[in-house]
């Protein structure tokens, strides 16, 4: 990520920005969930998707077929776990980044 105050790289998990030592809170930081592999049952995930995400039929769709696409974003750690652990009970592989 980049700090928001001087735009710097600063490491995902640094508490101040080594640059202009402005403190970076968690709220800056937003996770990731990246479909690396979407498994076998992709009919059930593209629909999942659909009602996890909040994205129409053709836009799940598009999610599923492409490679390592981000299904989701939130500044929310146990958020991102829940719907992780949801996509992943359907076959798919998750990573959060
Ligand atoms: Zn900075």
Not at 21 to 29: C, E, F, I
Not at 51 to 59: F, M, P, R, S, T
Request: charged share 25%.
């Amino acid at each position: 990520m980049n700090c928001p105050n001087c735009k710097n790289p600063v490491l995902d998990n640094s508490n101040e920005c080594e640059w202009c030592g402005s403190v970076l809170t968690s709220a800056n930081k937003v996770y990731s969930l990246i479909l690396s592999d979407a498994g076998r049952q992709k009919l059930g995930l593209v629909k999942l998707i659909k009602d996890l995400v909040g994205v129409n039929l053709k836009e799940a769709r598009r999610i599923v077929d492409s490679k390592n696409s981000i299904v989701f974003t939130t500044e929310d750690f146990s958020n991102a776990e829940i719907i992780k652990n949801k996509l992943e009970n359907c076959g798919a592989s998750i990573v959060i980044k």
